[in-house]
């Protein structure tokens, strides 16, 4: 996974015009002048995919998910192995926002009311060791796209972000928060296919979709 990374660049442009000015007297050399241009033009947004996964859950899946049921283990090797080590510095993840996307492939019929907690598991937790945030309830295949800010959703703090992330846990639920395979009609929620997409950006920055490939919104049928 490449091409997902980017930088903001705004500040200390003047500063460095007026110290070439007192170092080269007269006109700039052109190859000064284009390295003033580079420096004062704004570049892409920072953010980077931090998971891309599809996938079948099934009820036996649920069932025999380890160590809990009712999860899908996105482990290191299926994260983006570019992410950063550390998510405060130099580049500040921790402070940001989250781009969650969740594309519904396939759904049992019904309209039963579903979503999936999506847990963020660091190599160095304190307290719970663990923070999730949820793509809140749906009842239909399509497509669902929210922006999450990083310091607000489930026991964020407990996570020692300088320390990065080692991998995330999908947990499938009902809208009032009961794990799906502990309904007594998991024919409402089983079984499911998703296209699951996890997008970090900076703080300050905006999401931007034209950075990341691939992402389509299927056409209405």
């Known amino acids: 996974m490449n091409g997902f990374r980017g930088g903001v660049r705004d500040r200390g442009c003047f500063r460095v015009r007026a110290t070439l000015r007192r170092v080269v007297p007269g006109r700039m050399p052109s190859l000064l002048l284009l390295l003033l241009v580079v420096l004062a033009a704004p570049l892409r947004a920072e953010q980077f995919v931090l998971f891309d996964a599809t996938f079948t859950f099934t009820h036996e899946d649920a ?16 994260l983006n192995p570019q992410r950063p080590k550390d998510w405060t510095a130099p580049v ?12 519904v492939l396939e759904k049992p019929a019904g309209g039963q009311p579903t979503s ?20 809140g309830p749906y009842a239909a295949a399509g ?30 639920k009902d809208d009032k928060n009961l794990h799906a395979h502990k309904r007594p009609d998991p024919e409402k929620f089983f079984p499911t296919t998703v296209r699951m997409t996890l997008i970090q950006v900076s703080k300050g920055a905006t999401y931007d979709p034209a950075l990341v490939p691939k992402l389509t919104v299927p056409a209405a049928q």
């Open 63 to 78: 069932l025999q998910s380890k160590p809990s049921q009712s999860h899908y283990y996105i482990r290191e090797d299926g």
């Open 92 to 103: 500040d993840y921790r402070n940001g926002t989250v781009h969650l996307r969740l594309e």
């Open 143 to 172: 497509v669902i796209e929210k922006d999450l800010d990083m310091t607000k959703f489930w026991q964020n703090d407990d996570i020692v972000w300088s320390q990065g992330v080692r991998e995330m846990h999908l947990v499938l």
């Open 116 to 135: 999936w907690s999506v847990c963020y598991i660091p190599y160095k937790g304190r307290d719970h060791g663990y923070g999730c945030i949820g793509t």
